[in-house]
């Protein structure tokens, strides 16, 4: 069974950073994606980035230049270094972990980006 634990939301002003943390355990085996989604209140669940054990990563657009994503392959963890934070990347991130074909999903962690 996998299990996927996050930490490191919380509140921000305005051109701060904050770094999410997704540990992963369980059967993970292999090549496999980790990235992070979001859902702000009343929008759809967004990608924001993701990356693989082969090291691809990839970025949704309003993000790119502010946010680094980048896995630990030894720990099964996967980062979100977000910089630059604005207002409207206020959501809940979720982690995720897409391997042998099923996707599995963590509990959602808040981040709220206000003076």
């Known amino acids: 069974q996998v299990q996927l634990v996050e930490s490191g939301g919380g509140l921000v002003q305005p051109g701060g950073s904050l770094r999410l943390s997704c540990a992963g355990s369980g059967s993970i085996f292999g090549i496999y994606t980790m990235g992070w989604s979001r859902q702000a209140p009343g929008k759809q669940r967004e990608l924001v980035a993701a990356?693989?054990?082969?090291?691809?990563?990839n970025y949704a657009d309003s993000v790119k230049g502010r946010f680094a994503v980048s896995l630990d392959n030894a720990k099964t963890t996967v980062y979100l270094q977000m910089n630059s934070l604005k207002p409207e990347d206020t959501a809940v991130y979720y982690c995720y972990l897409h391997v042998t074909a099923r996707y599995y999903w963590g509990q959602g962690i808040q981040v709220t980006v206000s003076s």
């Open positions: 990356t693989n054990s082969a090291g691809s990563t």
